[in-house]
Antibody
């Protein structure tokens, strides 16, 4: 059974750093892209970034490039989303998702999702 | 960069009624269009990919159609568990539409 299990809720202050995780099981972690998606309170879904675990090839949405970074640890089948300096506007729910298909292919979709990690940034 | 718009923003219906949700792309995306269902406190769920192919385990009451710039998601007869927000997504930059909320009338 494919599962993506995310780390727990976080409450941080502006300016602090944070790393959240997404541990996968039930499939070969190295062979599927992993995407990160944000949901801001009361708003919709926003794609943030995507990474290919086998070689750490990555892509970022222009809206998030330079503000977050993504990485993987292949030894423990885990993907990470990291901030060096949080802002209040980073408050939201963050989802990881397995991506079926190659980013160069026409058929591509997010088929399995983590349960989400609530991040709250407040003084 | 292509943008997705969804209409209506909210659809108020009763169980048993049919629902048709629209998604329009500002540039052609071919058939590379996906639909997701999202309920509060849950992970989004893939419903449709390649505009019209139901994902594994998705009931037949969900169907997708369209190509190019105009797409639709149809729910033939709403079940209580179908009341949720529905998002379309395109493959270019994985952009999501703003969503259509289907709520109980």
């Amino acid at each position: 059974e494919v599962q993506l299990v995310q780390s727990g809720a976080e409450v941080e202050k502006p300016g602090e750093s944070l790393r959240i995780s997404c541990r996968v099981s039930g499939y070969n972690f190295r062979n599927y892209w992993i995407a990160w998606v944000r949901q801001v309170p009361g708003k919709g879904l926003e794609w943030m970034a995507i990474i290919y675990p086998d070689d750490s090839d990555d892509r970022y949405s222009p809206s998030f490039r330079g503000h977050v970074s993504i990485s993987v640890d292949k030894s423990i089948d885990t993907a990470y989303l990291q901030w060096d300096s949080l802002q209040a506007s980073d408050t939201g729910i963050y989802f990881c998702a397995r991506v079926y298909g190659d980013i160069a292919a026409s058929t591509i979709y997010f088929d399995y999702w983590g349960q989400g990690t609530q991040v709250t940034v407040s003084t | 960069e292509s943008v997705l718009t969804q209409s209506p923003a909210t659809l108020s219906l009763s169980p048993g009624e049919g629902a048709t949700l629209s998604c329009r792309a500002s540039q052609s995306v071919g058939r590379s269009l996906m639909w997701y269902q999202h309920k509060p406190g849950q992970a989004p769920r893939l419903l449709i990919y390649d505009a019209s192919i139901r994902a594994t385990g998705i009931p037949a009451r969900f169907s997708g159609s369209g190509s190019g710039t105009d797409f639709s998601l149809t729910i033939s007869s709403l079940e209580p568990e179908d009341f949720a927000v529905y998002y379309c997504q395109q493959r270019d930059n994985f952009i999501f539409g703003p969503g259509t909320k289907v709520d109980i009338k």
